[in-house]
């Protein structure tokens, strides 16, 4: 099912939007997108926690309480399937010039169904010479602003391809269009570290706290590309999806080591604060 809140209330049909809303003529505001199961948006404090960190960073008006009861009466009711859930924040309504100072903030939620299908599929990548550049703010913190990973995704379309491997300024590996990129190497489970122009993601950080449990050695650095091709494994992490294989880099294979036990701590992470496994597709049968 679908359902739309709106700076205040549930609707239905058309928003309202302000003539000076920032967040449609400028990208100015923040977003977050989440998984949703049995009802709980997963691992959503995380989620919570990293738009008001970067509503503050901005100078937008960001009010915990409301975006809770706002979350609370969006998912009222709604049938026990996977849905996905994202949270849009603007600096709203302001007069023209880029410094100019908003009045109230705009809260978009809006609710959708999620096909379970999606979630640990194997995926192909392509590289890009669109890079990602640490000094900026639009790749630190998740804002409306993706036009460089929209324009990186087309262009992995156009070779075939899901999704696109994209470098930092320096040349290292930064990230996917939509994802964090992991190698997994002997017992080391590597990724890029936070100042290689990444956005730090919800499940990257659930998966670097479960290492140790799991026997790896978790090491976030600079990542160079040629290490994709030498790595037992290459896999990508993101909120929905979870965990998905790599399996070619421009038409390349990459080597496929089991990463079994890495979905097994991801997905009982999540069935203990959702109550059910996200394999589950049926969880309104789960759940008699």
């Not at 049909?13 to 977003?31: I, K, S």
């Not at 049938?79 to 100019?100: C, N, Y």
């Not at 809006?110 to 639009?138: E, G």
């Not at 470098?167 to 930064?174: E, H, Q, R, S």
Request: charged letters at 20%; a neutral charge; hydrophobic letters at 45%.
């Amino acid at each position: 099912m679908s359902r739309t809140w709106f700076n205040g209330a549930l609707i239905d049909g058309p928003l309202e939007v302000a003539r000076g809303e920032r967040g449609l003529l400028l990208g100015d505001g923040l977003f977050e997108t989440m998984l949703v199961l049995n009802r709980t948006p997963l691992w959503g404090n995380m989620h919570l926690a990293r738009l008001e960190a970067a509503a503050h960073e901005l100078g937008l008006g960001f009010h915990r309480d409301s975006l809770d009861d706002a979350i609370a009466e969006i998912l009222d009711g709604i049938p026990k399937l996977h849905h996905v859930l994202r949270v849009t924040l603007t600096r709203g309504s302001a007069a023209r010039g880029l410094a100019a100072v908003g009045g109230s903030s705009s809260l978009l939620l809006m609710l959708d169904a999620f096909d379970a299908a999606m979630m640990l599929k194997p995926v192909a990548l392509s590289s890009t010479a669109i890079r990602r550049n640490p000094a900026s703010v639009s790749c630190r913190l998740k804002t409306l602003s993706y036009i460089d990973n929209i324009a990186a995704a087309r262009e992995a379309s156009s070779h075939g391809v899901e999704d696109a491997l994209m470098l930092n300024t320096a040349g290292n590996v930064a990230c996917t269009t939509i994802a964090n990129v992991f190698l997994l190497k002997g017992k080391a489970l590597i990724t890029p570290a936070r100042d290689q122009g990444i956005l730090t993601g919800v499940t990257r950080q659930t998966l670097l706290h479960s290492a140790a449990h799991l026997g790896l050695k978790p090491e976030e650095r600079v990542v160079k590309p040629g290490e994709l091709k030498d790595a037992d494994a290459v896999f990508l992490t993101n909120s929905l999806r979870f965990i998905r294989p790599v399996t070619a880099l421009d038409r390349e294979p990459l080597a496929q080591a089991d990463l079994a036990p890495l979905v097994r701590a991801l997905c009982e992470a999540a069935r203990l604060q959702c109550g059910h496994d996200p394999r589950m597709v049926d969880l309104a049968r789960a759940g008699r």
